[in-house]
């Protein structure tokens, strides 16, 4: 599955300490060169070299995410370029932020978030279900806005 990561996904999951075993899913990983150039932590040379490819919008696409600003102003412009990113390459986008999820589904986009992601892992069998209610622990006291009790130990 052809996937467009934002950067709250890549921050929980590098809280949780779960980027090596996400990107053992077989998904594709794009990430929009703004949210690489936001990157701090983990930093675009990291994602990179986990797998994760580097996104690039052209000029069209610029102009459809200045579009996107105007109708829907809470989204970040880096979090836009992953909905026009997730548009261009037909792909689902995978975020935290509340905001782009509600455009993302405007625009017939399918979204995900990380307990998606987790729960793929879990049905895989990459990691436990005490794993992931460990990852998820650590997401929360990192600062993560997941729900209180996501999922049972």
């Known amino acids: 599955m052809r996937c467009v990561v934002d950067a709250s996904i890549w921050i929980d999951l590098h809280h949780g300490n779960m980027l090596v075993p996400t990107m053992r899913l077989q998904h594709e990983y794009h990430v929009p060169d703004a949210v690489l150039?936001?990157?701090?932590?983990?930093?675009?040379?990291?994602?990179l070299r986990?797998?994760?490819?580097?996104?690039?919008?052209d000029g069209n696409r610029v102009?459809?995410?200045?579009?996107?600003?105007?109708?829907?102003?809470?989204?970040s412009r880096a979090d836009l370029f992953g909905l026009e990113a997730a548009r261009m390459?037909?792909?689902v986008l995978?975020?935290?932020d509340a905001a782009l999820r509600k455009a993302a589904e405007k625009e017939g986009i399918i979204v995900h978030g990380v307990l998606w992601?987790?729960?793929q892992l879990v049905e895989k069998g990459i990691m436990t279900p005490k794993a992931r209610t460990m990852a998820l622990a650590a997401m929360k006291a990192a600062g993560s806005r997941l729900p209180a009790d996501p999922v049972a130990p």
């Open 37 to 47: 150039h936001e990157m701090k932590v983990p930093d675009a040379t990291q994602l």
């Open 50 to 57: 986990l797998g994760a490819k580097k996104c690039e919008l």
């Open 63 to 75: 102009l459809s995410v200045v579009a996107l600003a105007a109708k829907y102003p809470a989204p």
């Open 89 to 91: 390459l037909d792909a």
């Open 94 to 96: 995978l975020t935290s």
């Open 117 to 119: 992601l987790m729960d």
